[in-house]
């Protein structure tokens, strides 16, 4: 009986890659088609999860730019925290811009990523006839919850008096530029002025 190794002119049924052993190492040219389409599977998916980790960290900066990624609406429930809004509402309604700033600086300061002291601090603007500021945390707020912007969301829902001020600001920043055509801020306050259009049109308010 003869073997391989007696007749070393026999077709081996192993099968040997650009005459390397497997003692070579690791190569693609070992792969068959659905290796590769497994290792190329895994490689996407460690991209995307690297593209999920860098997008998340935008989350620290509650006023990042106009094209920064989406953010989860954040609802705080605490009794303390309810308590400080109704007294920040009782305080602008009454006039006393000083005390109610006083109170949604710290309400930012320790619930940063909800969107209703951005809110009342919009309302501040307002009540000091500033628009573009109104407009600018209005914005703020938007972007951490769009349900001020969602008929459905009955007791969050600002859509119209958000509109209002769109249009008050608009016309404010359409006469500076009138004036300072090359003012670099105004030119972004108006590029924000679009974006909250934009948010505004595609709501469900």
């Known amino acids: 009986m003869t073997t391989d190794h007696d007749n070393p002119d026999q077709e081996s049924c192993r099968i040997q890659l650009d005459n390397q052993s ?3 190492g690791f190569s693609l040219k070992t792969l068959d088609r659905l290796d590769k389409l497994a290792f190329l599977a895994v490689a996407v998916m460690v991209v995307a999860a690297s593209i999920i980790i860098v997008s998340s960290s935008g989350l620290d900066n509650p006023t990042a730019g106009i094209t920064g990624v989406s953010r989860q609406a954040v609802i705080i429930i605490s009794p303390e925290f309810d308590n400080k809004l109704k007294i920040t509402k009782t305080l602008l309604n009454s006039g006393n811009l000083p005390k109610a700033r006083e109170l949604i600086n710290s309400m930012i300061k320790d619930y940063p990523f909800d969107g209703r002291p951005y809110m ?12 573009i500021l109104a407009m600018l945390e209005y914005r703020k707020g938007v972007d951490l919850n769009p ?5 459905k969301a009955k007791e969050l829902f ?3 008096q958000i509109k209002n001020i769109l249009d008050e600001a608009r016309q404010t920043i359409g006469a500076g530029l009138e004036e300072s055509p090359g ?13 909250m259009l934009r948010r505004v049109a595609g709501s469900c308010g």
């Open 22 to 24: 497997d003692e070579d």
């Open 120 to 131: 009342l601090l919009g309302d501040l603007y307002v009540h000091g006839q500033q628009p």
């Open 147 to 151: 349900d001020f912007l969602d008929k």
């Open 158 to 160: 600002r859509g119209k």
């Open 183 to 195: 003012d670099p801020q105004l030119k972004q306050q108006l590029e924000i002025l679009y974006y």
